[in-house]
């Protein structure tokens, strides 16, 4: 039976969707200079509010620290702004003379954006800059334990946008987040599109509204050190990239996969750099709070090693940065094998290339298939080797999995919502961008006859026995 508070969560979705189908429509007859203007309102507002928001996410959630939120942040509103700003979304945007075609966009109209609540605010300035930019409208659906920071962003990105010329009520955050409002967004006549990043059940959710949806899926990173790695680089970009926001990014490293000819030097530096290695004793404890009735204890998400250290009962040093255990089993089973968005990592020692690839497979099959894996090495011939048959939408070489993944240090989109394919039981591998969220309609002029039957005939290729 649905209590009052669903009921009135349910309506105020419903006033949304009509008030965004009105601005989208508005929004539809704008000019290209129109909405980068708009556009370039709301990035300029997501800068300067950044820290604030940042500040709030921790302080409501719990998870990650403010310096690396407000980092996040401001990679949605320069990073993610300056892949986009170019890019034509109204009208004309491609003339093909020589084929005679033209492609125009269109925009996919309301956008049903859902947040997780481990990276509430840059989520929200992320997927408001693709929808607006591409003439959407966007209504968002809060994680319950956001809600305050995921509104308050929300509306930022709405002021910017009215103050530069955007309709009201193109920008939306449903203010009772309850399941019956999250599944009326996403299962409404009028929400046209899903861009849904969170857990699994929201994701299969999206996926089962009967409206087109771009899910995300987990990322139980495995990261493979050859023995021909720069050692010294690859321990440094790791650790930066695991401890970053302490590990709230699905795409930061979960395991290590490290040739045993390199292993001692490995350990070595990364204790230098600020790992601390557990006993068994440790470990034991540490895995104890890892799973919780078979999931992922959500207490230790974004918590600092200190924290998670006092949880388990162990004392980690005040200068750790990342908590390590050496494993060798996957499954839940062995909670260290599994996505823990954390500062911890699984260590396994392997023999060679061929075992890494094998162990990859299996940490990817428990959870993490289409998403991300890593590699350090310098010997090309073993990258290639290593990668091709991955089934990951990314594979980072020589760079954190964290940074990576998300485009901030290699070449792929920028996005904060990262498509795992088929294999992940998501509609698309691709960094979820701009481009997703208009179609495409082509104009395509008369250039040739069809040919006439005898001719059909005259042309068909001879069957070979």
Known sequence: MLRDIDLQSIQEVRNYLEEAKTAQKIMAKMTQSEIDHIVESMVK??????????????????????????????????????????????????????????????????????????????????????????????????????AKCTTEAARIMQEAAERAGAPKGLIFCITQPTLAATNELMKHKLTDVILATGGPGLVRAAYSSGKPAYGVGPGNVPVYIHESANIEKAVELII??????????????????????????????????????????????????????????AKIVGKSPQVIGEMAGIEVPSEAKVIVAEETGVGKEYPFSIEKLSPTLAFYTVKDMQAASELAQK?????????????????????????????????????????????????VKPSLTLGCGAIGNNVTSDNVTVNHLFNIKRVAFGVRQMPKKEESAQNEPALTK
């Not at 084929?99 to 947040?115: M, S």
């Not at 699905?250 to 230098?272: N, R």
């Open 45 to 146: 507002a997501a800068r300067e509010e950044a820290e604030r928001l940042a500040a709030m996410a921790v302080e409501e959630t719990g998870f990650g620290n403010v310096p690396d939120k407000t980092v996040k942040n401001l990679f949605a509103a320069n990073d993610v702004y300056n892949s986009i700003k170019d890019v034509k979304t109204v009208g004309i945007i491609r003339r093909d003379e020589e084929n005679r075609v033209w492609e125009v966009a269109q925009p996919v109209g309301i956008v049903a954006g859902i947040v997780p609540s481990t990276n509430p605010t840059s989520t929200v300035i992320f997927k408001s800059l693709i929808a607006v930019k591409a003439g959407n409208a966007i209504i968002f659906s809060p994680h319950p334990a956001a």
């Open 240 to 297: 930066e990239s695991k401890t970053f926001d302490y590990g709230t990014i699905c795409a930061s490293e979960q395991a290590l996969l490290v040739d045993e000819s390199i292993k001692e030097k490995v350990v070595a530096e990364m204790t230098k750099q600020g790992a601390y290695f557990l006993n068994e004793e440790e470990k034991r404890k540490v895995e104890s709070i890892i799973l919780v009735n078979g999931g992922l204890n």
């Open 363 to 411: 940490l990817l099959d428990a959870g993490g298939l289409g998403h991300t894996v890593g590699i350090h090495a310098e010997d090309e011939k073993v990258i290639e080797a290593y990668t091709i048959d991955k089934p990951a939408g990314r594979i980072i070489v020589n760079a954190g999995t964290t940074f990576g993944a998300i485009g901030a240090t290699v070449n």
